[in-house]
């Protein structure tokens, strides 16, 4: 059972320095699965320094084939929607992954960090750390960090009234005193060239036609650009905002006037996507890890700087 929860921002900050120390100098592998909306899906997060490197591999056990490989500040993305790419100072995608490599100082400004105590994952003792959203438009975590080994367990999202969202649960966590074979191997194969933002949309960012007028608290805008779709040839106006630890994105294009469904609303455990058209014709598309009527309130308050404005 976990213990009282103490107000201690110091003592938390503290842990979650070791937690990030610990995931990027260990040679280790955990299982996980993570539960949204009572679909399990089955992961394996493979970790080693090789050479003074890090080398990780994330690989998804259930459905579409989907593994994603870390090479130090390179990350490769091998998905069935398309060609592997591999992005300079990325993330793997999801909360878990983000934990590790956040910078602190921007949970800080948008989360009160709270010990909530001790309890048990994965056989392992925990220290349970809460970070609780300073506003109820975004959603809180709960994390449980080996007491011991300072390992990320378990992160559960959960809704302002505490009712969980998503889980990824830690059920295994093996150590190993050198790099398995396989990540050895995967440390010096041959990968699609890495690129960075700038190298992936060519165009220079270039001030839009349109304006989100409305962020939830701690988000700043990070990126905009236009580009097309892929594979389409749908211009599209992109905007991408974070709080350094969730991010969304904004997609505002041209609306399809044969298109039937106008408005369209999607979530799948943490991730709501929400979609309509405007009263100048314009779709907007908001997508990220917030609440639903987060994601409406963004979408509604895009706004074109002048009134005729639309996507060309």
Known sequence: MTAQASADPASAGALLQQMQSAAQ???????MVKIRQGRIESLRYSHALIDGKQVALMSHLDGQNAEYLQRQDEFTFF??????????NARFPGIWSALQRVALDKVVDSYDMVMAGRSRVAGSVAQVVRLVP???DKYGFVLWIDEQNHLLLRADMVDREGALVEQTLGVSLVFSKSPSAELV?????KQPPALSVDEVYKAPQQALSWNITWLPDGFTLRSSDRHQLISTDVPVDYMMASDGLVDFSVYVTKADQQQSVRNQLVVQGGTTLVSFVNDVGVEITVVGEIPVETAKKIAESVQPLARNEAVQ
């Open 134 to 136: 300073r506003d109820g």
């Open 185 to 189: 191997k995967l440390s010096t194969s």
């Open 25 to 31: 100098n260990r040679n280790y592998e955990l299982s």
């Open 79 to 88: 998905e069935n929607t398309h060609s592997p790419y591999t992005l300079k």
